[in-house]
Every structure is written in C-alpha cells, then in structure tokens.
C-alpha cells in the first residue's frame, strides 16, 4: 500500500550494435504513509505521495535499516529484495 520507486542502474555501452548492461543491483525507495489517491484534503502529505529519502526520513514512520544482512527491511531497500518480494 506504499508509493515507492526503483532506481535501476545502466549502461549504455554502444548504439549500434546496441549493447546495454544492467547493475545486477539497484535501489528501491518507499513513501512512509499508506498511499490514496490525490485530492485536495490530502495533496499536502509528502509523506504519502514522495519517496525522496530527504522527506520522508524526517517521519516518525521512517524505518532504518541497521543490517545489511537483512535487504528487505525498512523504507530504503535493494532492488534485489523488491524483485524477490515480487516473486
């Protein structure tokens, strides 16, 4: 129930031929408040509608991840936990 976004790193190597190579890990980042759809009584609550790391730390929602052993913990997680979550 939370707005969230993927940061997946690429290169791009060369056009033609068109070589690309995908970072094997990237970054996803999650708002801190359930998401609803925007109207006016709640277009004002960043923390429902951003996912910059820089809003939503400041909310008393924001959980940290103190362990890089556990990936899918926290509004801050690896791309890799993400996709496997998904699966």
Known sequence: GLKFDLRIYVLVYGINPLRIYFF??????????????????NLENLYMHLTNYAINKNNSKFVYNADANLADIGHKRSLKSVLSYLK
Request: a negative charge; glycine letters at 6%; charged letters at 20%.
């Open 24 to 41: 094997e890990d990237g970054l996803a980042r999650f708002a801190t408040e359930p998401y609803v759809s925007p109207l006016n009584c």
